[in-house]
C-alpha cells in the first residue's frame, strides 16, 4: 500500500463538525467572573464579531465552511496522512502507525485552519485590527498570514522566551505584515503589572492573552483572537479529523488509538472529535491528549471554574487547571505551556471519554529524534509530544503482540525550532516536575461552579 493517502480537492470538507449536537452532556458555561452567573452573548461583543460569538455557543451539529474561505484552505488542504512505515520497521511493531501531516500549511502548522477562518468573519463585520499573543509563534504566524490574506492588521504578543528563541517566527510574522511585541510589554497596563512584579519575567501564554485582550476591550476597531481552547476554534480544526475519517476508510482502517499534543487543546480536538460518536455508540477507540510533565492541566491539575488569561481579564471558564496564576517553567514546547485547556476537552476528559498522559522534554526529544532519523520530517516540540505517546503505543503493541491502528496528529514541524533540538543534543536540556504543594499553592480559591 502507498505510505501516503492523498484527498482531491473535491473531497475538502464542505462543514466543520460541532460535536455538542452528539454529547450526552453539556459544555459548562463561560461565567462572568463579576456574578458567576452565566455569561450572555452581549458581553463578549467587545472583543469577538457577532458570527464567532454565535459559533461558540452553538449546537449545531454542522456549520457550513464558507466558498471564499474553501478556496483559501486549498492553497494547502487536503493533508497527507502518512503510513509510518519506516518508523514501523525501526520499532518492529505489529502495530499500523499513521500520522495527519498538519505541518504542510504555509506557516507549519495546524493553526492556520482557524486562522483564515477567524480573519474572514472578522472582516465580514468590519474588523480592521486583531489582537493576539502567541507562545511557539506558530498561532501568531499563523493568525499573520491569515490577516495578511484578508487585509486587517495583525498585532501579536509574543510570549518573551519564545521571541527570544524563535526570531525566525517573529520574522514570518514580519513578512507577512503583523506588529509583534515581546510580552510582558510596557505597552498594557496588564504587561506593565507584572514587569512590576517580576522585570524579568519571561513572560507566559496566560499573561500574552491577558495583553491582547487588554488591546482589544481598548480599541474600538480592534478585536481579539485566540488560537485555541474555544468551542468555535476547536470546531474550525474538525476539517482535519473529518479528512482523516476519508482517508483511514480508503486505507481500508478503523484505528484503536489516536493520539495529539495538548496545549489548549485545539489540534487534538479537531483531530479526534468527529470520532467521539463512534466511541459513545461503543465503539473501542482510545484518544490520548498528551502533555508535558511540566504544564500537566489533565493529569495533575482540577476540573474548576478558572480565568483563561493570568491577570483576570477573561471570562471564566470551567475547565482543567493549574490555577491562572501558574507560571509554566521554561520548557521548549512553548505552545504547550498554558495553565488551562478547553473547556470541551475537559468535559470529555472529566467524563473519560478522552485519556491523557504527560512527558518529561527530554525523552519526547528524543522520540522526535527517532521520527527525523525514520520518516524524515523534523517535528515541532509540540509535536514531538504525541509522537513520543505513539512510540511507546507501538513497543506497548510489540510487547502485547497486538496489530492496532496507532494514528497521531503530526501538529507542526520544527523547522523554527532547532535552538530546542541544539540544547537537546548538547545535553543541555533540563526536565521539571511540579510538586502537589506547587500545584495546590496555585489552585488555591478556584470553585467547581
Ligand atoms: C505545532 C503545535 N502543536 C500543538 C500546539 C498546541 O496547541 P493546541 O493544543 O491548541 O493544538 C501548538 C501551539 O502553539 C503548536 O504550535
Known sequence: MDSKIFLSEQDLPSAWYNVQADLPWDVPPPKDPATRQPLKPEQLYPIFPKSLVEQELSKKKWHEIPAELMDVYKLWRVTPLHRAYKLERFLKTPARIYYKNESVSPPGSHKPNTAVAQAYFNKKEGVERIATETGAGQWGSALSFACNIFGIKCVVYM??????????????????????????????????????????????????????????????????SLGSVLNHVLMHQTVVGLETQKQLKIAGESPDVLIGCVGGGSNFAGFCLPFVPDKLKGKKIRFIAVEPTATPSFTKGQYL??????????PLLKMYTLGHKFVPAPIHAGGLRYHGNSPLLSLLVHHKVIDSAAYHQNPVFEAALTFARTEG????????????????????????????CIVFNFSGHGHFDLLSYDKYLSG???DYELSDQEIAKTLKGLAAD
Open 428 to 430: 543541555t536540556l533540563e
Open 305 to 314: 471554574y478558572d480565568y483563561g488569561d493570568t491577570v483576570g481579564l477573561t
Open 377 to 404: 520530517i523534523i517535528p515541532a516540540p509540540e509535536t514531538a509530544h504525541a509522537i513520543k505517546c505513539a512510540i511507546d503505543e507501538a513497543i506497548r503493541c510489540r510487547q502485547e503482540n497486538k496489530e492496532e
Open 159 to 224: 510570549v518573551k522566551i519564545s521571541y527570544q528563541q524563535k526570531p525566525y517566527r517573529r520574522d514570518l510574522m514580519h513578512i507577512w505584515n503583523a506588529e509583534v511585541y515581546p510580552s510582558p510589554t510596557d505597552r498594557t497596563e496588564s504587561g506593565r503589572s507584572i514587569l512590576k512584579e517580576n522585570p524579568s519575567s519571561y513572560g507566559s501564554l496566560g499573561i500574552a492573552i491577558s495583553e491582547a485582550v487588554e488591546e482589544a476591550a481598548k480599541n474600538d476597531n480592534t478585536k481579539y
